[in-house]
């Protein structure tokens, strides 16, 4: 059984973003304030529900934080062209970053030919390694707001998929079993090495791989089992804890 640092579990969608919503932004104020001067916090955070209900959700209280002080990351992308609507970055903005004054958003390349890369996946994902290398250094996120896959997938880091030991910061995806194929992840090692990782997650679909996860599978059987730490809030529904037996 893993241990993390906190475990919540909501009747409803609704009442789960809320209270996720409340704590994150409430944390990510804080450091935000104790941040250096100059310096940024580097947030890292996922597509799908993130970017789409849970972001969205909080955007009458996007003034709580000092944007200035915050860079924001995707865990992963799609590698597709600019404007294309599975984009996960274009889904953040325009669902919540829009509005947050004087935020950083680190965009990951694009498939156009004019993008890094020229339209070569793996020339792409060396790019954005020097991208990340430059700023980040050897180090991580510290903090990141991410979901999961009713396979217990995280970032683009399918089951049975990937290496969960690769020690290249950035990964590229070439045949994803979910579309698109094609795609740009952070590696495992460097959503272990995040300083604290906020999971939040619903419905029934979830609750088999999140149980997995909890009774002792691999990184490699079950992604989202990697990052189960005492560093690590997990915030869920009902639906998706129903199966989990003494978290």
């Known amino acids: ?52 209900s849970l972001l969205p959700s909080l955007s009458e209280r996007v003034g709580e934080v000092d944007w200035t002080r915050v860079r924001v990351w995707l865990v992963d992308e799609r590698y597709v062209r600019s404007g294309d609507a599975d984009r996960n970055d274009d889904q953040a903005w325009e669902g919540f970053f829009h509005a947050a004054t004087g935020v950083e958003l680190v965009r990951m390349p694009t498939s156009d030919a004019w993008a890094p890369g020229a339209g070569s996946l793996d020339e792409a994902t060396t790019a954005f390694t020097a991208t990340w290398r430059e700023i980040m250094g050897e ?34 995806i070439r045949d994803s079993p979910k579309p698109p194929p094609q795609r740009i992840t952070v590696s495992m090692p460097v959503m272990r090495r995040c300083g604290e990782v906020w999971l939040t997650t619903a419905g ?21 089992a990697g990052i189960l730490s005492p560093s690590t809030r997990v915030y869920l529904d009902e639906a998706a804890a129903s199966q989990i037996v003494n978290a």
């Open 1 to 52: 059984m893993h241990r993390v640092h906190t475990f919540e579990v909501y009747p409803s969608i609704e009442e789960l973003n809320d209270a996720v919503g409340r704590a994150f932004l409430a944390r990510l104020g804080t450091l935000a304030d104790e941040a250096e001067v100059g310096s940024r916090v580097n947030l890292g955070i996922s597509g799908g529900a993130i970017t789409t």
């Open 139 to 172: 180090g991580s996120f510290d903090i990141a707001l991410i979901g999961m896959g009713p396979d217990g997938h995280i970032c683009s880091l399918f089951p049975g998929t990937v290496d969960m030991n690769e020690s290249a910061p950035i990964l590229a």
């Open 204 to 224: 029934k679909a979830k609750a088999d791989a999140l149980a997995r996860a909890f009774s002792g599978a691999s990184a490699f059987e079950i992604p989202v």
